[in-house]
């Protein structure tokens, strides 16, 4: 495991209240009118200008909330269990990993801004929150698999038939991603504007102005840094132990960054880059956000019951 905080990851912890699933049209006769909008999904608390966590950008309205993705899941997971019992095979998924680090996709982006927690950890997540994640990481699949025919009936890789019983296209699990839609919340093009915009914004004017006035306040300090991101993914900080070093990087690191607001510009900047490739992409995204949603009604109605 690496122990090492990836601020910089985009699109493993998703935690937005709730998804959007309202599409309109723009109110103008223009062409841009039938542009179809998608609204924000609400914060799980109120906007606080200190706080990142509290922070949401235009493009979460297209991603899968934590709740989408957790339906989807639960529905695919007993669609799975059906399919393999039919054939006569015990197999149970492995268990979901708890969030770590960021409670948001916006949460950690930037990088860290608990001071009580970096007087601590430094640049690592809550102790508790990382036990609990080794935990799940050591408790592995737990598939009860024994990597013959009931592995295969469960991937479609090899065996064709079980007992004359024809084994689905991609075995169980292809039966299950299509009989909910469940790509669905692969959503590629907002996946990629996320990822996009992300690494555009480190460009732009008053965010490359801001990471030289972070530079520089850690310098006064006696830490060597061209860019935010840079200090957390220091290799010296690589290890499960927390050091006095590494406390003392993360607690400076964090007072340069509320001196220079270096996480609010950078926030700004990758809003801008991502209202317009939103506003390019408008059309694609909308085909993703209908299908997301459509996935989601099919998971709900398997989970019931009904279908």
């Known amino acids: 495991m690496n122990y090492r905080l990836k601020n910089h990851m985009l699109a493993v912890s998703l935690s937005v209240a709730t998804l959007a699933v309202v599409t309109g049209c723009a109110g103008s006769d223009t062409e841009s009118s039938t542009k179809p909008t998608r609204i924000l999904p609400s914060p799980a608390v109120p906007f606080d200008e200190k706080d990142p966590s509290t922070w949401t950008l235009p493009i979460q309205g297209y991603l899968p909330s934590d ?12 669609l799975i269990g059906d ?30 801004h608990d001071l009580a927690l970096a007087k601590v950890r430094g640049y690592k997540p809550d102790a508790n929150d990382q036990a609990a994640y080794d935990n799940a990481i050591n408790a592995g699949a737990v598939d009860n698999l024994t990597g013959g025919a009931d592995s295969q009936t469960l991937d479609g890789s090899g065996v064709k038939a079980v007992n004359g019983k024809k084994v689905p296209e991609g075995g169980c699990m292809g039966q299950a991603d299509r009989r909910i839609g469940a790509q669905a919340v692969q959503t590629n093009t907002a996946q990629e504007i996320s990822a996009e915009a992300f690494v555009k914004s480190k460009a732009d004017a008053h965010v490359v102005k801001a990471f030289g006035a972070w530079s520089a306040c850690m310098k006064a300090s006696g830490y060597n840094y061209a860019a935010p991101l840079d200090a957390s993914d220091d290799p010296r900080f690589g290890s499960p132990d927390v050091t006095a070093l590494e406390i003392a990087t993360a607690t400076t690191d964090i007072d340069c960054r509320n001196k220079t607001n270096v996480a609010k510009i950078w926030f700004d900047a990758e809003t801008t880059l991502q209202n317009k490739a939103i506003e390019n992409k408008a059309e694609l995204l909308d085909h993703e956000s209908k299908a997301l949603d459509a996935a989601v009604k099919k998971a709900a109605s398997v989970i019931a019951g009904t279908r």
């Open 67 to 78: 709740s989408a993705k957790a339906q989807i899941s639960q529905a695919r997971k007993q």
């Open 83 to 112: 399919c393999m019992k039919g054939f006569g095979f015990t197999w149970a998924p492995a268990p979901d990993l708890p969030k770590i680090g960021g409670k948001t996709l916006v949460d950690w982006r930037y990088g860290i």
